[in-house]
């Protein structure tokens, strides 16, 4: 199996498409652009769901869901927005086929054609504050803290499984506020969320920034993004948090009675990670061998094989280490396959991402030791049969901390600091990475340097510091660093 | 707020309506016949979702994920489904929008005509089977155990929040045997499955039964269903599992290698359930006071409300309280609000059907007790506060338990055997509910009954004995009763 995967420094590309395809997780579909995402990749992407949605529950907000299909007419009410997303959009037009009277199959009927053209969502904002609109009369109707699991399609010209897709799965958050601060905090509430999320979870980890106006949501007053960095020293933006101010409460006409008795517009904020989370993983910490998965989200946490295959006595034992890794909250299954040797079967686990794999044999038995392997590092050790529920414990958190160790190394070693044109074109090419370096603020410059480099201002981040400084393209007085780098 | 409800003896069709809006449960939406699901009502989904996705993942089945979209030549493929879908099908044609060169806003850009029509999924067998073709080669390739939690548009001209809605959400599972009795003992598996979580979780009894031809679903041998009863005498479909025998992996050509090493069709079932559901729930157990949710499912089981508002002290107690309730696993809520007076939050609460609510004096601290309130016999009683938590725990019990028998009682009481036309036709009219009848087997009379009296079969029960009877209707010999109700 592993040999079939292209390995990265021949093409990367090819290496990421290899990956999805022999770990499992997603297959084309004959629609264009759509994915088929596969029962691994589907059981991943679970995980992840079901930890965000605790992260979003325990930040006080709560889950609901909106319709598919936007009006035409709802797109154009924010002026910003319709711009964003006309021009990729899937629009329904009619609501019936029938059978072609000249014998051609089913065919579109004519007569059932919409007044009015629906859009399949890309996005919620339009259709939910619309809804708000009957929700909200007073400030005692505030804050509004909600979240939407959902679908949506933007017809994207090239795609790429999990990064790029025609539909994607993806939670939207849509919050309503009495004041501009409040709908701040909740901004960077969530940027904060998902910051822990990649880090703590996936261990992946992520630079907290504020968008250029350029780079900004269509329809928001400011974008809050992570960033984070691929082994192609490529960056992907991981999830975004908006401002939104007004602007959509003013399209919508969603008012509010304050405290002080007058109608105000009300303050929003949307925010959402996708299925996109699923491509950052993967080119994060996967390797020449197939998938890595970090513990914490790997449906299977660690996988049991008998060798040289299942029998009376070792599936005893197998049965009984399965039962002490459960009673730890651990996932974990035991191949009771016959029919494949464990060459095939380890080659197979290490594809498709199994953090810890344990291979009983009878001789390890006799010996009162098992044999255990880490799928980060490929280490292998042999461990007391009596303590192995523990150890696989720590094995677990320790592979954790090492992946997001190995991610956060290699990130940091890509940020370079560069002070002059010829060293940030040189740095792009040779290097790679973030690009630390000073920009005159204009969104001249900023297309002028994507237009000579591909190189993108991924973001201003929240902690620079202020630092006197000239654009490093031309040269003009700047007060901090911006983060640039060619991205997904 | 109570008294906003419509009673049911008045007019049963908008009663219904006044829960779904009172509860918080839905709102309609500016889209034709979709609704928006409210935070409660999502809550309330998010509990069944949950626990069938438990027993679907104990029965040895995955989650994947396949494309909203279906190319329109894929409907035609198999020729009982197209014809039952073609009718209500949302059709994509394009793919952008564009500025108006006459200024009339955003417009469908002509240019961006799709080459194939694709339809929004009504259900995914075609797309599913299409792609089930690369995936199973041979006998260990099967079976496959799959399922799709999604959203689903069938364009239906009348509507009814949760009963039936141009965009649902459910679960659809598709799978592939190696023979067709292992795919006739896994459509009667989820059937039980969906047995189990009807009366078990929902507090609602169902009959498993079978459906005639005519009732049959779009490519199925054989149509299995739970069918449960509503108040007003009129049945509901719950759910149905489906034998699809060979037709459509001859369809979409998915054959495999069998143990004899010979090409065979793949035999199939799919089987779904959905927010209809709820619908169900409302209608099984709720009152001229709001709705009544079994326990099990309740969002929120256990209501705190201080009397007569919030105090330093009162807060104390029903920290404490809420902290025993939620060591034992019970979901529960204080209302810290101050704004609202007690009966206006009682009527609240019962409106949104929360099971239990403890109401808590000063006086009843003095005394060492708190007055607990059932939701579904609207019974009050005072219990000693050192022994809350185990009281409300049986409580909770005792509630799912009562709404199953109550409604069990009613169900039981409302199936009739009935032998002659003129009580069918009486039975119908002045009682409602199932008639136990025998019926000649006949498409023809079926549809006849169903023209003179609106009554369809609802099943034939799988346990229905064998015995010799006249059909009700023509006289003609029978085998065994069905089952004829009026029918949501």
Not at 15 to 42: E, T
Not at 375 to 383: C, H, L, N, P
């Given at each position: 199996?592993?040999?079939?995967?292209?390995?990265?420094?021949?093409?990367?590309?090819?290496?990421?498409?290899?990956?999805?395809?022999?770990?499992?997780?997603?297959?084309?579909?004959?629609?264009?652009?759509?994915?088929?995402?596969?029962?691994?990749?589907?059981?991943?992407?679970?995980?992840?769901?079901?930890?965000?949605?605790?992260?979003?529950?325990?930040?006080?907000?709560?889950?609901?869901?909106?319709?598919?299909?936007?009006?035409?007419?709802?797109l154009s009410k924010e002026a910003a927005h319709v711009e964003g997303f006309a021009k990729e959009c899937a629009v329904v037009t009619h609501y019936r086929l029938k059978n072609d009277p000249n014998g051609g199959g089913v065919?579109?009927?004519?007569?059932?054609?919409?007044?009015?053209?629906?859009?399949?969502?890309?996005?919620?904002?339009?259709?939910?504050?619309?809804?708000?609109?009957?929700?909200?009369?007073?400030?005692?109707?505030?804050?509004?803290?909600?979240?939407?699991?959902?679908?949506?399609?933007?017809?994207?010209?090239?795609?790429?499984?999990?990064?790029?897709?025609?539909?994607?799965?993806?939670?939207?958050?849509?919050?309503?506020?009495?004041?501009?601060?409040?709908?701040?905090?909740?901004?960077?509430?969530?940027?904060?969320?998902?910051?822990?999320?990649?880090?703590?979870?996936?261990?992946?980890?992520?630079?907290?920034?504020?968008?250029?106006?350029?780079?900004?949501?269509?329809?928001?007053?400011?974008?809050?993004?992570?960033?984070?960095?691929?082994?192609?020293?490529?960056?992907?933006?991981?999830?975004?948090?908006?401002?939104?101010?007004?602007?959509?409460?003013?399209?919508?006409?969603?008012?509010?009675?304050?405290?002080?008795?007058?109608?105000?517009?009300?303050?929003?904020?949307?925010?959402?990670?996708?299925?996109?989370?699923?491509?950052?993983?993967?080119?994060?910490?996967?390797?020449?061998?197939?998938?890595?998965?970090?513990?914490?989200?790997?449906?299977?946490?660690?996988?049991?094989?008998?060798?040289?295959?299942?029998?009376?006595?070792?599936?005893?034992?197998?049965?009984?280490?399965?039962?002490?890794?459960?009673?730890?909250?651990?996932?974990?299954?035991?191949?009771?396959?016959?029919?494949?040797?464990?060459?095939?079967?380890?080659?197979?686990?290490?594809?498709?991402?199994?953090?810890?794999?344990?291979?009983?044999?009878?001789?390890?038995?006799?010996?009162?030791?098992?044999?255990?392997?880490?799928?980060?590092?490929?280490?292998?050790?042999?461990?007391?049969?009596?303590?192995?529920?523990?150890?696989?414990?720590?094995?677990?958190?320790?592979?954790?901390?090492?992946?997001?160790?190995?991610?956060?190394?290699?990130?940091?070693?890509?940020?370079?600091?560069?002070?002059?044109?010829?060293?940030?074109?040189?740095?792009?090419?040779?290097?790679?990475?973030?690009?630390?370096?000073?920009?005159?603020?204009?969104?001249?410059?900023?297309?002028?340097?994507?237009?000579?480099?591909?190189?993108?201002?991924?973001?201003?981040?929240?902690?620079?510091?202020?630092?006197?400084?000239?654009?490093?393209?031309?040269?003009?007085?700047?007060?901090?660093?911006?983060?640039?780098?060619?991205?997904?």
């Open positions: 199996m592993a040999k079939e995967i292209t390995p990265r420094s021949e093409d990367y590309s090819q290496w990421y498409l290899d990956i999805v395809q022999k770990a499992r997780l997603a297959d084309n579909s004959p629609v264009r652009g759509c994915m088929v995402i596969k029962p691994h990749g589907f059981g991943l992407w679970e995980k992840m769901r079901d930890q965000l949605d605790f992260m979003f529950k325990e930040t006080g907000h709560v889950n609901a869901y909106f319709p598919l299909f936007i009006p035409k007419s709802f065919v579109v009927d004519p007569e059932a054609k919409l007044e009015e053209e629906l859009i399949v969502r890309p996005t919620s904002e339009t259709i939910i504050w619309d809804t708000y609109r009957n929700w909200i009369q007073s400030y005692r109707d505030l804050p509004l803290l909600i979240n939407q699991w959902a679908n949506v399609v933007r017809w994207e010209m090239r795609t790429r499984p999990f990064l790029r897709t025609a539909e994607f799965l993806w939670q939207e958050g849509h919050t309503a506020h009495a004041s501009a601060a409040e709908a701040v905090d909740e901004t960077l509430l969530i940027l904060d969320v998902y910051a822990r999320f990649a880090e703590e979870w996936m261990a992946m980890p992520v630079i907290k920034g504020i968008k250029t106006p350029n780079e900004r949501f269509a329809g928001a007053d400011e974008t809050y993004c992570i960033e984070a960095l691929m082994q192609d020293g490529k960056a992907l933006q991981a999830g975004t948090s908006h401002f939104l101010g007004q602007n959509f409460a003013k399209a919508f006409d969603v008012q509010f009675l304050n405290k002080e008795n007058q109608q105000e517009y009300v303050w929003a904020t949307s925010w959402g990670v996708s299925t996109r989370l699923i491509g950052g993983l993967i080119m994060t910490h996967s390797d020449d061998d197939g998938l890595v998965l970090p513990p914490r989200l790997a449906p299977i946490q660690v996988v049991i094989v008998p060798i040289p295959k299942p029998s009376d006595e070792l599936t005893l034992v197998a049965n009984k280490i399965a039962a002490d890794l459960k009673a730890k909250g651990i996932r974990v299954k035991i191949d009771n396959d016959d029919q494949n040797r464990p060459g095939f079967k380890f080659a197979e686990y290490e594809m498709i991402g199994i953090p810890v794999r344990l291979g009983l044999g009878q001789r390890d038995i006799a010996a009162g030791q098992i044999e255990v392997a880490r799928r980060d590092t490929k280490e292998k050790a042999s461990v007391a049969l009596d303590t192995i529920a523990d150890h696989v414990e720590n094995l677990l958190e320790e592979i954790q901390q090492n992946l997001f160790n190995r991610a956060k190394a290699y990130r940091d070693e890509h940020i370079t600091r560069v002070d002059t044109w010829d060293e940030f074109v040189q740095i792009l090419e040779e290097k790679g990475g973030f690009i630390s370096a000073h920009w005159d603020g204009t969104t001249e410059t900023e297309e002028e340097v994507k237009t000579l480099t591909k190189a993108t201002i991924r973001c201003i981040p929240v902690d620079a510091p202020e630092e006197d400084g000239k654009c490093v393209r031309t040269g003009k007085p700047s007060k901090r660093r911006v983060l640039f780098a060619k991205a997904y």
